[in-house]
């Protein structure tokens, strides 16, 4: 069971970035999938949650309306679109698969996370 | 719904019995979570449900509670157990994490 970050980097404030999670060794299509970030020496932040298909998404206050989840099963891949990115958004961001099978239950597999830095 | 951990942080020895807590700031039933996280490391479950014990975790870890209050023990510290704590409300957006209880080493 592994998830794997990619698409991170250093970025302009206001511009645009996509973050990647692959997934594989679990049945990617029954489990809810989270996204989670901690920026530099602080603690946990959750970010947003889609469930197994897609039909229930939600966000942090802090992204809502610049953040967009969403979820390919063919490529049992989650992404997280940022827009309009701003310097507070700069932190090491964390794929996470929930454990059980409802929506809104913990996360048990982590992916090692991706830095993401915004600054001009 | 807020969480607030308490200690923000603890010194404690190996083999000690620390109890770290986690108050919501409304009912959340057992909709909790606790999470271990070395530096460096990605967060690692250790009790959901408030007190179920996580697969493979050791069983000197235990959660109790319900409601708005709750309490992760670390019975018989060891040197790995040295590291930041979590909590997180669960069942209902937002799911927040507590702000965190570093453990450090005496």
């Known amino acids: 069971v592994q998830l794997v970050e990619s698409g991170g980097g250093l970025v302009q404030p206001g511009r645009s970035l996509r973050l990647s999670c692959a997934a594989s060794g679990f049945n990617f299509e029954d489990f809810a999938m989270h996204w989670v970030r901690q920026a530099p020496g602080k603690g946990l932040e959750w970010v947003s949650s889609?469930?197994?298909?897609?039909?229930?998404?939600d966000y942090a206050d802090s992204v809502k309306g610049r953040f967009t989840i969403s979820r390919d099963t063919a490529k049992n891949s989650l992404y997280l679109q940022m827009n309009s990115l701003r310097v507070e958004d700069t932190a090491s961001y964390y794929c996470?698969?929930?454990?059980?099978?409802?929506?809104?239950?913990?996360?048990?597999?982590w992916g090692k996370g991706i830095s993401v830095t915004v600054s001009s | 719904i807020q969480l607030t951990q308490s200690p923000s942080s603890l010194s404690a020895s190996v083999g000690d019995r620390v109890t770290i807590t986690c108050r919501a700031s409304q009912d959340i039933s057992s909709y909790l979570a606790w999470y271990q996280q070395k530096p460096g490391k990605a967060p690692k479950l250790l009790i959901y449900?408030?007190?179920t014990l996580q697969s493979g975790v050791p069983s000197r870890f235990s959660g109790s509670g319900s409601g708005s209050d709750f309490t992760l023990t670390i019975s018989g510290l060891q040197p790995e157990d040295f590291a930041t704590y979590y909590c997180q409300r669960l069942n209902t957006s937002p799911f927040t994490f507590g702000q965190g209880t570093k453990l450090e080493i005496k």
């Open positions: 996470a698969k929930e454990r059980g099978y409802t929506y809104g239950s913990d996360m048990d597999v």
């Open positions: 889609i469930n197994w298909n897609s039909r229930s998404t």
């Open positions: 449900a408030a007190s």
